[in-house]
């Protein structure tokens, strides 16, 4: 006979979820408006591309995991 199987548990409390929303959301937009604008006011010769691509990054994995957050805060387990 096999072992009762462990249940699956989050590794995030589900009590941090509302908190982890709020916070990566908002950080998540403050890089998003420091992207716009950087690129609002460089003119095309000093823009950098490493710096758009950093940016764009960190600002996408934030309000990717936020939205997650939110979701799930929401009671949308995805």
């Known amino acids: ?3 009762p199987a462990k249940a699956i548990t989050s590794p995030v409390p ?4 509302p ?8 950080i998540g937009l403050v890089v998003t408006a420091s992207f716009f604008i950087y690129e609002a006011t460089s003119s095309k010769r000093n ?3 490493a710096k758009e691509l950093i940016t764009g990054g960190v600002a996408s994995v934030f ?3 936020g939205s997650l957050f939110l979701l799930l ?3 949308v387990y995805v």
């Not at 908190?19 to 908002?26: K, P, Q």
């Open 73 to 75: 805060s929401a009671g």
């Open 14 to 17: 589900d009590a941090w979820y």
């Open 63 to 65: 309000l990717g995991f």
């Open 19 to 26: 908190t982890l929303a709020v916070v990566m959301l908002a």
């Open 1 to 3: 006979m096999a072992p």
């Open 47 to 49: 823009r950098s591309l």
